[in-house]
Each structure stands twice: as structure tokens, then as C-alpha cells.
């Protein structure tokens, strides 16, 4: 049987895949066997869902009520967040927090607490997430609800508290399948702060960065703003995708097929701002409409570096960082800035109030030098490191910027998590 890949297909480890239909299942299994992680959709881009020995809940993944109400749905956790677009988007719901991909699963959605392109306004997942249910490592299921230690350890908690069973979460109310998006072009990176701040009210916002540009014009980038339309709209459909067959060879990527991309991406723009209706699809999740783009960095894989900085010293770190990679000449195809809101109680949870940055890296001769350099900046400006992104971050580094990291390990010891759910992540960062 194949073995199971993250989405940047490195590191590549051999593993079991184990399935369960119900509850009794999985819990005779977790009684029966070591050490083991979860798995959902295999969308995290590191390490954190690899393990030789891997609980797979995506076909754990029934609807089982929706209320419709107060908009509350009861799901199992292998559902995946495009299933629940299909299904509730012609009839006018969507969901409250989102990530870049719609090919999630809620279970990887809460494990990592993911967060969107309005967490300056609406937070992280967690922020709609009523409750859920969660099989420790001796099979008893506890229900957990906002406030309990168990739901802030595990909303970001990486899988390493047990495994999600099924949750609750609150939709929004929406009239259109359709975003009034309004683009904004900018010069350097005081231009693009200037625009995050101009259109902060606005619920949706990202920025994609020029990662080549130099000198003066550092941090240039397409500012993308954006709320739903009422145009009444909701005939929302599946659509056909295109599909990257094969790795591409690893020479294919360098520095002038990016810098090519990026003067192409940016130069079709037109200058100052534009307006445009674009689908939720385009306006949320460009990337899922190339399956398997993963494969355009070559069978060696990638990694994406993402980092978020304090408000305040946003300016001034990412100047530094984005020129640290100007120098390295190991640009990205994709660098996406995003404004982020007040950080939350969950233990693990990385936004905080700033800015953060994420870039993909093809692996390859001297990324994790680079790398390592662009940590010791983070941290100089009180930064953080995302774990569902990351594949190397060293344990000193990781454990300085998250301080409720001890909380998270004594709870671990308090249920013996730790010698049940481990990922490759969690033994290298020693969570
Ligand atoms: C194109 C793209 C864009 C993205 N954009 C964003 C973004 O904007 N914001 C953001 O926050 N993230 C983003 N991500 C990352 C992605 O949303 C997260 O990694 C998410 O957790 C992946 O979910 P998954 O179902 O694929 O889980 P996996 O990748 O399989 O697992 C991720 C983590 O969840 C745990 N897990 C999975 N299922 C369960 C379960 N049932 N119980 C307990 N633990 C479980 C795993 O152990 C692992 O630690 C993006 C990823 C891609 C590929």
C-alpha cells in the first residue's frame, strides 16, 4: 500500500494506515497498539501528521444534524470542509472561518486551529467550534466544550490530545456565492501596510508579495479586499479542475521561472485599485483549482515557512526577512502576507495580533541554513513559527514564542497523550 504524504511530500516515511467505521473500532485499536497520530486530508505541509503508524479518519465522515435555526452543524470529523460548501452554499451558508484550501478535513481544521483571510475580524476556527468529542488514549470519550482544558489544547494541539470524533460548528448566513473583490497594486512594503490598514474593516484581505523584489521596491505586492455579495446568487457548483500529472523534473523551479511568474502575476494587474465579482472558489481557494500542484516542485517536495510577527514590529522584521531571501536568491511562487486580530486562550493556537508571512521553498541545497537564519529573526521580533506548515523548526526555537507551551506538555503527561499520540513533529519539537 502506498504510504501516506504531506502536502509538501518531505520528509517520506513508511507507514501503516489504519481505518475505523466506529467508535469501538478505534477505541480496541488504540487499547491494542503503541504510538500513532491522526490523519485527515493530508493538508498540513510538515511533519505534523506523519508517523509510522497513522490513524487515517477521513472516511469517519457522516453529517448528523443541522439546525437550522441557529445554524449549527453536527458532523463527523472526516468531513471535509468542500463537502460542507456543496451541500450548504445553495442554501446560504458558509463557513464563519476558512482556510487557503477548501480539501480539509474538520478534524485537521480544529487540530490546528486554522485561521483565514478574516482572522483580524472573526478569529480562528475554534472561534465556531461549540463543542466536540474526543477519544483519549485509554478510548473514553470526552465531550469538550469551549473553556475546558481539553478544547483549548486541542483546538491547535497538532493532534497530540486524541482523536477528534465529531464537532459542532456555527455557519454563517450568506446571500451570494459571489465576493465583490476590490485589488489593490502597491510599490513597497509601506504601501502595502498603508493599504492593510486603509481597508481593515473589510472582512477578507491577503497580499501576495513580490518574495524577488529588491531594494525599493521590498514587499510590493497585489492586496486582494473583499466581503460577499447580495446579488442573491447561491447556485453554487462543482467545478472541473485541472490536474498536474506528474512530478516536474526538480530543475524546472528556479529563480527565473519564479521571477518570471511573479513580474507576469504582478505586471497584469492593472496600477492603483480595481474592482471585480469573483466566485467563492477563485476569491478563497485559487490553488485547488490545480490538482496535485504540489508535484510543479518535484519529487524531492517543498516546504512552506510561515511566521507571524507582533503588530508592531511587523515593518521592521519582515523588511529584514524579505531582503534575507532577496540576497538568498531562493525565491517562492508564493509569499502571502496576511493581517491578523487578537490572539485566543487555546494553548498551541499561532495567530497573534500582526502580521504573518508564508512562503513555499522547494527543498534543496541550503534551504534550512536560510531558514534557520530567518528563525533567529523571527524570534528577535517576538515572532512564531506555524506548526501545521512546519517541518524543521528546532525545539529551542519553537518553544521561546509559544509561553503556554508547559501547560500543553503537563496535560499531555496528565492523560498520557505522550506515549500514545506522537507525530514526527511533536518527537522532534518534543511537545
Ligand atoms: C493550499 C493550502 C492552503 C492552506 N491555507 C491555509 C490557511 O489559509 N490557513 C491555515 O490555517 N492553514 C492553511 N493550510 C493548512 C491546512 O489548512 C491545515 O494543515 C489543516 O490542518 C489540514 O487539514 P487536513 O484535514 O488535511 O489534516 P492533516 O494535514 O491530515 O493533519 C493536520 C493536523 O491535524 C491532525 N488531525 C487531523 N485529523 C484529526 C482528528 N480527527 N483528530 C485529531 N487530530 C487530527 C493531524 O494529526 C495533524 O496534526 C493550507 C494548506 C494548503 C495545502
Same mark, same amino acid.
Given at each position: 500500500?502506498?504510504?501516506?504524504?504531506?502536502?509538501?511530500?518531505?520528509?517520506?516515511?513508511?507507514?501503516?494506515?489504519?481505518?475505523?467505521?466506529?467508535?469501538?473500532?478505534?477505541?480496541?485499536?488504540?487499547?491494542?497498539?503503541?504510538?500513532?497520530?491522526?490523519?485527515?486530508?493530508?493538508?498540513?505541509?510538515?511533519?505534523?501528521?506523519?508517523?509510522?503508524?497513522?490513524?487515517?479518519?477521513?472516511?469517519?465522515?457522516?453529517?448528523?444534524?443541522?439546525?437550522?435555526?441557529?445554524?449549527?452543524?453536527?458532523?463527523?470529523?472526516?468531513?471535509?470542509?468542500?463537502?460542507?460548501?456543496?451541500?450548504?452554499?445553495?442554501?446560504?451558508?458558509?463557513?464563519?472561518?476558512?482556510?487557503?484550501?477548501?480539501?480539509?478535513?474538520?478534524?485537521?481544521?480544529?487540530?490546528?486551529?486554522?485561521?483565514?483571510?478574516?482572522?483580524?475580524?472573526?478569529?480562528?476556527?475554534?472561534?465556531?467550534?461549540?463543542?466536540?468529542?474526543?477519544?483519549? $488514549? =485509554? &478510548?473514553?470519550? %470526552?465531550?469538550?466544550?469551549?473553556? *475546558?482544558?481539553? #478544547?483549548?489544547?486541542?483546538?491547535?494541539?497538532?493532534?497530540?490530545?486524541?482523536?477528534?470524533?465529531?464537532?459542532?460548528?456555527?455557519?454563517?448566513?450568506?446571500?451570494?456565492?459571489?465576493?465583490?473583490?476590490?485589488?489593490?497594486?502597491?510599490?513597497?512594503?509601506?504601501?502595502?501596510?498603508?493599504?492593510?490598514?486603509?481597508?481593515?474593516?473589510?472582512?477578507?484581505?491577503?497580499?501576495?508579495?513580490?518574495?524577488?523584489?529588491?531594494?525599493?521596491?521590498?514587499?510590493?505586492?497585489?492586496?486582494?479586499?473583499?466581503?460577499?455579495?447580495?446579488?442573491?446568487?447561491?447556485?453554487?457548483?462543482?467545478?472541473?479542475?485541472?490536474?498536474?500529472?506528474?512530478?516536474?523534473?526538480?530543475?524546472?523551479?528556479?529563480?527565473?521561472?519564479?521571477?518570471?511568474?511573479?513580474?507576469?502575476?504582478?505586471?497584469?494587474? $492593472? =496600477? &492603483?485599485?480595481? %474592482?471585480?465579482?469573483?466566485?467563492? *472558489?477563485?476569491? #478563497?481557494?485559487?490553488?485547488?483549482?490545480?490538482?496535485?500542484?504540489?508535484?510543479?516542485?518535484?519529487?524531492?517536495?517543498?516546504?512552506?515557512?510561515?511566521?507571524?510577527?507582533?503588530?508592531?514590529?511587523?515593518?521592521?522584521?519582515?523588511?529584514?526577512?524579505?531582503?534575507?531571501?532577496?540576497?538568498?536568491?531562493?525565491?517562492?511562487?508564493?509569499?502571502?502576507?496576511?493581517?491578523?486580530?487578537?490572539?485566543?486562550?487555546?494553548?498551541?493556537?499561532?495567530?497573534?495580533?500582526?502580521?504573518?508571512?508564508?512562503?513555499?521553498?522547494?527543498?534543496?541545497?541550503?534551504?534550512?541554513?536560510?531558514?534557520?537564519?530567518?528563525?533567529?529573526?523571527?524570534?528577535?521580533?517576538?515572532?512564531?513559527?506555524?506548526?501545521?506548515?512546519?517541518?524543521?523548526?528546532?525545539?529551542?526555537?519553537?518553544?521561546?514564542?509559544? $509561553?503556554?507551551?508547559?501547560?500543553?506538555?503537563?496535560?499531555?503527561?496528565?492523560?498520557?497523550?505522550?506515549?500514545?499520540?506522537?507525530?514526527?513533529?511533536?518527537?522532534?519539537?518534543?511537545?
Amino acid at each position: 500500500m502506498k504510504n501516506l504524504e504531506s502536502w509538501g511530500k518531505y520528509p517520506k516515511i513508511k507507514n501503516k494506515k489504519f481505518i475505523f467505521r466506529d467508535n469501538e473500532e478505534l477505541k480496541n485499536f488504540l487499547l491494542e497498539n503503541k504510538e500513532f497520530i491522526s490523519y485527515g486530508n493530508g493538508r498540513s505541509y510538515g511533519d505534523s501528521a506523519l508517523n509510522e503508524n497513522i490513524i487515517y479518519c477521513k472516511n469517519y465522515n457522516y453529517f448528523l444534524d443541522f439546525d437550522e435555526k441557529n445554524g449549527i452543524l453536527h458532523c463527523q470529523s472526516g468531513v471535509m470542509v468542500s463537502e460542507i460548501l456543496e451541500i450548504f452554499v445553495p442554501k446560504g451558508w458558509f463557513l464563519k472561518i476558512t482556510a487557503g484550501t477548501k480539501l480539509i478535513t474538520i478534524g485537521g481544521a480544529i487540530a490546528s486551529d486554522i485561521h483565514g483571510k478574516n482572522h483580524h475580524i472573526e478569529g480562528c476556527f475554534s472561534e465556531c467550534v461549540e463543542e466536540f468529542n474526543l477519544m483519549l $488514549p =485509554n &478510548g473514553i470519550i %470526552k465531550n469538550c466544550k469551549k473553556d *475546558d482544558e481539553l #478544547f483549548l489544547a486541542t483546538c491547535g494541539g497538532m493532534g497530540l490530545t486524541g482523536i477528534i470524533l465529531d464537532a459542532k460548528i456555527s455557519l454563517k448566513k450568506i446571500s451570494s456565492k459571489n465576493i465583490e473583490q476590490t485589488t489593490i497594486k502597491t510599490k513597497n512594503l509601506q504601501e502595502t501596510f498603508d493599504a492593510f490598514e486603509k481597508y481593515k474593516d473589510i472582512p477578507y484581505s491577503v497580499a501576495w508579495i513580490d518574495c524577488l523584489a529588491t531594494e525599493e521596491n521590498i514587499g510590493k505586492c497585489l492586496l486582494m479586499v473583499g466581503d460577499f455579495s447580495d446579488d442573491r446568487d447561491l447556485n453554487y457548483q462543482k467545478k472541473k479542475n485541472l490536474n498536474i500529472p506528474f512530478n516536474f523534473p526538480t530543475f524546472a523551479l528556479n529563480r527565473l521561472s519564479v521571477k518570471i511568474f511573479n513580474w507576469l502575476y504582478y505586471s497584469k494587474a $492593472p =496600477n &492603483g485599485t480595481s %474592482k471585480q465579482k469573483v466566485d467563492i *472558489d477563485t476569491f #478563497f481557494y485559487p490553488l485547488d483549482s490545480i490538482n496535485n500542484w504540489n508535484r510543479i516542485y518535484g519529487k524531492n517536495g517543498f516546504t512552506q515557512y510561515q511566521f507571524i510577527l507582533p503588530k508592531e514590529k511587523s515593518y521592521e522584521g519582515l523588511k529584514k526577512i524579505l531582503n534575507e531571501i532577496s540576497i538568498s536568491g531562493m525565491g517562492s511562487f508564493l509569499a502571502v502576507l496576511k493581517l491578523y486580530g487578537e490572539e485566543n486562550q487555546n494553548y498551541l493556537s499561532f495567530p497573534i495580533k500582526g502580521y504573518s508571512l508564508a512562503l513555499d521553498f522547494k527543498i534543496q541545497d541550503g534551504l534550512f541554513e536560510l531558514l534557520d537564519k530567518l528563525d533567529e529573526i523571527v524570534l528577535q521580533y517576538d515572532g512564531r513559527i506555524y506548526l501545521t506548515k512546519d517541518v524543521r523548526v528546532k525545539k529551542k526555537i519553537f518553544e521561546q514564542n509559544y $509561553p503556554k507551551i508547559d501547560r500543553f506538555r503537563e496535560l499531555r503527561k496528565k492523560y498520557k497523550m505522550d506515549k500514545k499520540f506522537n507525530s514526527l513533529q511533536s518527537k522532534r519539537v518534543k511537545i
